[in-house]
């Protein structure tokens, strides 16, 4: 789609206003908004100036002019505005016209580029499998004298005496018992359908949506895959509904990683493979889970380099709330065909050539997507050009669920990190894969490693309610 093209929808659509976005290093989207009247052709390379300074990792307040340069082809209509809205994705530049090495859309782009001079394949193909909850209430607050949070929802396990509801109506999901039920205990069947009605008309395909295992709300909806930045763009696209689609609803959906304790928590297991041209270069007849050595290559430079990666796949301290041995999440740096106890699992099921491919299964989506993915296929094409083959480095195969393994046996099988800082220190300690290519600069990993350990003292320094149940009395 060109700008002509862009603004001939603007006039076919009757659009009243154009929404310019981007993303930062949180991985939350920022927006500026124009008078669709005073979108023009210059716009779209020009593009829109906006305060650096203010979005917390980029810039400076002695330099904080910068540019967003629209992307075209990311335009969709916004089905939420009272106005009829464009929205477009964009670049960020500096003012002499240089892309901004902190823009992580960019660093995305330079990550398929990199790809591209390695001679490895033509394109990589990421597809991530994002859960979240929907609650009807949510509340917290910290400060000098409190802190405190509470959800709750209608299906909530804890909710089975409830007199609320005029009449309690029973079919509460109990605690990890809410994987694929059908209505009434689904009750959220109508609002996942919704989204991805919306997602379908955004221009996202979907693969299908189900209940997932925790009690009060919690879903996944699985879209199709594609290239690196397009399925990072896609992914803001499906927050962004998920959000608002709940909202509609008088409902909330967060996609924090473990918001209950004691129940699975919201994981994004990310799918990805490598392709030349039309040739799928995961797969090989025969060899183990129908893998080709590059593969297995692959799946050695993810598993060892996880510490370092983990900082961008999982990188909120409620990320280590989940990434915790007993449940669901997999802390084992280990690779598997079929088995979900693994970080890396070969799917097998109903797989053809072109589908093979390994899931990441250790992801969450409080991660920036077009980081994570970015540093996820840095560790993988770092594995093939350094022929790290993860089974000459004990990684497995591990055909048995770890879960169950005894404590010598576990004893053999390396974790991730145990909190956000053990992230950090294994990113500053490990990062030369990441600067291949210059896809990441050291520059920009000691400001997010700068950035992200400010955030896990914030959390670090405050009081926590359960030290008042275990300390107060003393």
């Known amino acids: 789609m ?78 939420f505005t009272a106005h009829p809205t464009l929205v477009i994705m964009c670049d960020i530049y500096t003012p002499d016209g240089e892309r901004y090495d902190r823009d992580p859309r960019g660093i995305a782009q330079k990550a398929e580029e990199y790809l591209q001079t390695t001679g490895i ?57 809410g994987y694929v039920p059908v209505q009434p205990v689904d009750t959220q069947q109508d609002i996942r359908s919704e989204m991805c009605r919306l997602m379908m008309e955004v221009g996202i395909r979907i693969d299908r949506h189900h209940h997932e295992v925790a009690t009060a709300g919690q879903g996944e909806i699985n879209f199709r895959f594609d290239t690196l930045t397009k399925t990072a763009d896609n992914l803001m696209k499906y927050k962004y509904i998920v959000h608002n689609t709940a909202r509609q609803y008088g409902k909330v959906a967060t996609f924090m990683p473990k918001p209950l304790f004691g129940d699975n928590g919201s994981g994004m297991h990310v799918h990805s493979s490598i392709f030349n041209g039309s040739e799928p270069l995961f797969y090989e007849k025969g060899g183990y889970g129908n893998m080709s050595e590059l593969a297995m290559y692959y799946i050695g430079g993810i598993l060892h380099h996880a510490p370092a990666l983990i900082a961008f796949t999982n990188p909120s301290t409620n990320s280590f709330k989940r990434l915790v041995p007993g449940y669901e999440a997999p802390v084992n740096l280990a690779f598997s065909k079929g088995n979900r106890s693994a970080a890396v699992r070969i799917p097998v099921a109903a797989v053809s050539p072109k589908g093979a491919r390994i899931e990441f299964r250790t992801p969450d989506s409080t991660a920036n997507p077009y980081l994570a993915f970015a540093a996820m296929l840095m560790a993988g094409l770092d594995g093939i050009k350094n022929k790290i083959d993860p089974r000459k480095l004990g990684y497995g195969p591990v055909d048995k669920n770890i879960y169950e393994l005894s404590e010598e046996e576990k004893k053999e099988i390396r974790s991730v990190p145990g909190s956000l800082d053990e992230a950090l220190d294994a990113l500053e300690a490990d990062y030369e894969f990441l600067t291949q290519g210059n896809v990441f600069t050291k520059e920009f990993i000691d400001n997010y490693v700068a950035y992200k350990r400010d955030e896990a003292k914030s959390v670090s320094i405050r009081v926590h309610p359960h030290e008042y149940a275990l300390y107060f009395d003393c």
């Open 2 to 79: 060109s700008a002509q093209d862009v603004l001939k929808l603007i006039k076919e659509k009757n659009i009243e206003w154009v929404d310019f976005r981007f993303v930062g290093l949180s991985g939350k989207a920022q927006h500026i908004s124009l008078p669709a009247v005073e979108v023009e052709e210059e716009t779209f390379t020009l593009g829109v100036a906006f305060d650096g300074s203010s979005i917390p990792g980029f810039r400076g307040i002695e330099n904080s002019d910068m540019v967003m340069i629209p992307v075209t082809e990311t335009a969709f209509i916004d089905p």
């Open 121 to 177: 394949g033509t394109a990589a193909y990421f597809g991530p499998e994002s859960e979240f909850f929907i609650f009807d209430d949510v509340r917290f607050e910290t400060g000098m004298n409190k802190s405190y949070f509470e959800v709750d929802s209608e299906e909530a396990a804890w909710n089975t005496g409830r007199k609320e509801e005029g009449g309690n109506l029973g079919f509460k999901i109990p605690v990890k018992g």
